[in-house]
């Protein structure tokens, strides 16, 4: 190898300042003080190559850990921005194929055995192996084995040199101890009560589970990354209302999603803030090609891009996110949310002219009737809107789409479903498309292109990986994706994925509605500082209480319970 | 009377037998399985595949007959949203309404009765008028509303009891007369919830049960003997009058039993009814049918109960 790869390059930057921020996160705050978090629901999973719901991964951020942590830029080429995390250091092979973690001497698992690279090994089998069914295992095709060079170094071989390489190790994995849970068959992972008392490395340990109760953490006091600043967490699992007025009462600290409707009552409380919670999800009203429940037959409205550029030019964007977040809202830039490697605020999407709406859908055959409504060859201009009513901006969304599509002569009818019935009905099952017209969705995907992938690529319709759930497939895309997956340039991925974003605009499959933003209510003796976009208790370690601003259930301190 | 019983038995399993058939079927026709939770990580292989392995690939009536077949076997089944076996589950929760629905028919029972026979023994006075007026109010409120409102305000306005749940997260670490009042304050609103709502039917109950016995002979007999006007009403009247209260406590229970299901739902009650409606929420199949399941044998058993009372207070009944 003449000359230095560019992965190698940002590996050996990441080396000199990368491994150097160890100690960076550890702050003068002070320690002590009990929080109290009102989390969405309990968790469904907390073994970590399960666990994807909203409070599942919120606990597995908080007792494990990754062999790196991403930056928080969420940069996913090379190295670069990582920081590490079991992994003291790593070190590429010359051909980049291969990569050497070096464990932390000082980690331990919370029973107090040390992390080994035969942890590693082993954590890699659970997230791969078809008997576990990790929804993680499609994401981690590009590595060919992991070996142990000795009990502190794991190797990771990889079959393709690609600029994601690091990036699905260290964001994609993360390490479970062997002697835990490796006694527990890989197909019996999900069921078994081993997985209900996680043990991990993170800087919080696991004490108590009562479902649909409460949930107790306690600080690892010893942890190898540090102590963290709070003693105690309790996660308990009301529902949005009862939590909002927990916050507001006091009984609760944190909420990472305070109902977006009740947002004013935090502005005017002396106990609670707003805090925003940035999330990687953007939301749409996707256009299904097909015939609802059908693979065969287009649509009979959405088959025709120019009936789809004419709804999507027919509706104020910018209006109506005015109008449901107030101040508060971020507007939709395309197939991706805005704040990952590849986001670009630049991509023209059909601008908002209820004129030219009219006058192509006029041009495309449908006329309006004496009743404004518009029809061609008698079937009218009308379609369902598949909405979960548990969402409360995209149920406002829907009623404002509503609004507007019918002043270009357009009835759309809102569906409002539970989400069981939502997702049924909005994922396509092996040859049927999703059973909807249209559908108010929102994807969160990871930070890298290989996640537009999973959305927007033809690769993406069934497969294993397969999360191409609105079925849109047009092989430019496809090409200009796998280029920029494939690039080491880091512009010129850019480049190839602002080709595939631009195409994927002008083809419409959907209205890119808004970025969808939580807003935290957060206790206001609490300090927080901001929120990460992958993940809010990432940074939790890194909260604390002022001394002057406790309360009672601060005290509690890490004494074990009261015995009675 | 032994033979009745009998025959009630075989009526009760019966209705279980139904009861289970028609739970199974409605929770399985309805969209979307325990594996169709939000994770958009989650592919659609490999739904497909943690479905077959649940033995949710099968056809229905396969489905239902392995589902007997376990129940036969005193198996509930296992829930995949919880991670636990189904009968761990109503182990835990069970008890939790019992304890809600209990107290509360029990305070139910005591106050409606207090002020019914107070309604009957005052008849179109003051106290009649307002406090059927007042009860008439309770009684046509919904349940999940009553429940909301008085979290509003005596949770989150006035700050006076807590919100929800069943103890504070820190209860196990409270010493005992603190973790004792933490408790009995997380009890009042869901109870005094459920009671207000029961209360004013019972009240009525009692009120007519009294009218009908107030003018009877031996109440007169009494009267003229110059048996004090309290001792007539509490302790002559109010025994015969106690007869139809049995009735309407095997009614009752039942009612109770579903509307502790909202007010568990409103204030994150960790009971049977909470685990019902996460269950429904989350198709958790086999949480749903045995949450049915027991909830109807609780039915029969009230009304089974109520039954073997009336016989052993009433000696028509018996014969």
């Given amino acids: 190898m003449s000359k230095l790869n560019p992965v190698l390059t940002l590996s050996l930057a990441a080396l000199i300042f990368g491994c150097s921020k160890t100690d960076a996160r550890r702050s003068d705050s002070p320690t002590g003080g009990t929080l109290i978090i009102a989390i969405p629901g309990d968790p469904i999973d907390l073994f970590p190559a399960f666990a994807g719901d909203q409070s599942g991964a919120a606990v597995r951020d908080l007792l494990f850990d990754r062999l790196a942590l991403i930056g928080p830029d969420l940069g996913t080429f090379g190295d670069t921005g990582f920081t590490p995390q079991l992994a003291k250091s790593w070190t590429w092979s010359p051909d980049s194929m291969s990569i050497a973690f070096s464990i932390d001497p000082k980690a331990r698992w919370h029973d107090g055995k040390s992390v080994t690279a035969a942890d590693v090994k082993y954590s890699f089998r659970a997230f791969t192996d078809p008997k576990a069914a990790s929804p993680v295992a499609p994401l981690l095709t590009n590595i060919d084995s992991v070996s142990v060079r000795d009990a502190s170094t794991a190797v990771f071989f990889f079959k393709k040199r690609m600029p994601e390489q690091f990036y699905d190790v260290a964001y994609q994995l993360y390490i479970v101890p062997e002697h835990v849970y490796g006694k527990v068959p890989f197909d019996s992972l999900r069921t078994s009560d081993v997985t209900r008392t996680p043990v991990g490395s993170g800087r919080f340990r696991f004490v108590k589970w009562t479902p649909d109760v409460q949930m107790e953490l306690i600080a690892d006091t010893a942890n190898y990354r540090g102590r963290p600043n709070l003693d105690h967490l309790f996660l308990t699992p009301p529902d949005p209302l009862t939590g909002a007025t927990q916050i507001l009462t006091g009984q609760a600290d944190f909420m990472q999603a305070f109902p977006i409707d009740h947002i004013s009552e935090l502005d005017s409380s002396k106990v609670a803030r707003g805090m925003a919670a940035p999330v990687s999800q953007y939301a749409f009203l996707g256009m299904n090609p097909y015939v609802a429940k059908s693979r065969r037959e287009p649509h009979p409205i959405f088959g025709d891009v120019r009936v789809r550029r004419a709804l999507s030019m027919a509706v104020d964007r910018t209006g109506m996110l005015q109008n449901v977040f107030g101040g508060l809202g971020k507007i939709g830039h395309g197939p991706f949310p805005m704040g990952q490697t590849a986001s670009d605020s630049t991509i023209r999407l059909p601008s908002y002219d209820t004129a030219a709406a009219a006058a192509m859908l006029d041009s495309s055959g449908w006329k309006r009737g004496r009743d404004g409504m518009r029809s061609k060859n008698g079937r009218p201009l009308r379609f369902a809107m598949l909405v979960p009513f548990r969402s409360v901006p995209r149920m406002k969304y829907a009623s404002l789409l509503q609004e507007q599509f019918h002043r270009i002569g357009a009835l759309a009818t809102i569906e409002q479903v539970d989400t069981k019935t939502y997702l049924e009905r909005s994922i396509p099952r092996d040859d049927r498309a999703g059973d909807f017209d249209t559908v108010l969705n929102a994807f969160g995907p990871d930070p890298s292109v290989s996640g537009v992938k999973q959305n927007w690529a033809t690769a993406g319709i069934g497969g294993p990986a397969g999360q191409n759930f609105m079925l849109y497939s047009n092989k430019t895309v496809d090409a200009a994706i796998d280029s920029a997956v494939a690039s080491f340039d880091p512009v010129k991925a850019k480049a190839y994925a602002r080709r595939a974003f631009q195409q994927i ?57 009261a015995k009675r | 009377m032994r033979r009745a019983f009998v025959a009630r038995l075989w009526q009760s399993l019966i209705v279980v037998a139904v009861v289970t058939a028609i739970s199974f079927l409605l929770i399985h026709a309805a969209p979307g399985d325990p594996f169709s939770y939000e994770n958009s990580r989650i592919s659609i292989a490999q739904r497909d595949q943690l479905r077959a392995e649940a033995g949710y690939d099968k056809p229905l009536p396969e489905q239902f007959v392995r589902y007997t077949w376990r129940l036969l076997h005193g198996r509930f089944g296992y829930s995949f949203p919880h991670h636990a076996y189904v009968s761990e589950l109503l182990a835990a929760t069970i ?44 009684y046509s409120l919904p349940d999940f509303w009553a429940a909301l409102m008085a979290a509003l305000v005596f949770a989150q306005w006035w700050h006076l009891l807590p919100a929800s749940g069943m103890t504070d997260p820190m209860h196990d670490y409270m010493p005992f007369w603190r973790a004792l009042g933490d408790r009995l304050s997380h009890f009042v609103l869901p109870c005094a919830t459920l009671t207000l709502l029961t209360v004013a039917g019972i009240a009525r109950y009692q009120r007519t049960a009294m009218l009908e016995v107030l003018p009877l002979d031996y109440v007169r007999v009494a009267r003229a003997k110059g048996v004090p006007e309290k001792s007539i009403v509490w302790r002559h009247a109010l025994r015969t009058a106690l007869a139809p209260m049995i009735t309407l406590l095997g009614v009752l229970f039942p009612a109770l039993l579903g509307g502790s299901v909202f007010v568990e739902k409103v204030f994150q009650w960790p009971g049977m009814g909470l685990l019902a409606v996460s269950g429904i929420e989350s198709r958790d199949y086999d949480v749903v049918t045995a949450t049915v399941i027991v909830g109807s044998l609780m039915v029969i058993a009230g009304n089974l109960i109520a039954d073997l009372l009336h016989a052993a207070l009433d000696p028509r009944v018996r014969a």
């Fill in chain 1, 505 to 561: 605009a002008d083809d419409v499959p959907a209205i890119w509605l808004y970025d969808v933003i939580y807003v935290a209510g957060v206790n206001r003796r609490l300090v927080v500082p901001p929120l990460r976009m992958d993940g809010w208790a990432i940074n939790l370690a890194d909260w604390s209480i002022p001394v002057d601003k406790r309360i009672g259930r601060d005290s509690i301190g890490l004494a074990p319970p």
């Fill in chain 2, 95 to 138: 008890p939790r309404t019992l304890a809600l629905a209990g107290i509360s028919l029990l305070l139910s029972f005591l106050l409606g009765m207090a002020v019914g026979v107070l309604q009957a023994a005052r008849r179109d006075g003051w106290f009649d008028r307002i406090s059927s007026s007042v009860l008439l109010v309770f």
